[in-house]
């Protein structure tokens, strides 16, 4: 038996860590986990912590030429406050990579209608 299980794992894990990372699978996750709470899965907004936070329409492409790609990433990495200093989005740069950054980039351009 435990000459059938150890093989089985390993082949599993070697599995898991060379499967390749898909960098647009990992942007809609991060997303759904991070970001629609308030941007909406959608990226329209209609949550309660997106109305308190008084989030726009990222499907409306009128906002989404309001901000640049490079805007974008700043905010994403330092968040964003209020003229009173009052947090309305998280900064992320201690929980993605430039890379996870800019493929959600990438993912709010895709929300446009
Ligand atoms: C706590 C609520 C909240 C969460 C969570 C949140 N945001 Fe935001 N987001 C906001 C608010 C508020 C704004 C600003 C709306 C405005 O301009 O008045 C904003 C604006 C943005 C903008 C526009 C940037 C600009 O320069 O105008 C982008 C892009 C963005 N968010 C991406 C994200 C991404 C990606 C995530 C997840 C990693 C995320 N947000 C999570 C609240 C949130």
């Given at each position: 038996m435990?000459?059938?299980v150890i093989p089985t794992i390993a082949a599993a894990a070697?599995?898991?860590?060379?499967?390749p990372r898909l960098a647009a699978a990992d942007a809609k996750d991060?997303?759904?986990k991070n970001c629609a709470s308030c941007h909406g899965p959608d990226g329209a907004g209609h949550t309660k912590a997106?109305?308190?936070?008084q989030?726009?329409?990222m499907t409306?492409?009128?906002y989404q030429g309001a901000f640049t790609d490079e805007q974008a990433v700043k905010q994403i990495k330092e968040g964003f406050k209020d003229s009173t200093g009052k947090e309305r989005m998280k900064a992320f740069a201690d929980k993605f990579t430039d890379d996870e950054v800019k493929g959600l980039v990438a993912y709010v351009r895709s929300l446009k209608h």
């Open positions: 435990k000459m059938l070697l599995l898991a860590g060379a499967a991060n997303w759904t997106g109305r308190m936070a989030v726009k329409d409306d492409a009128k």
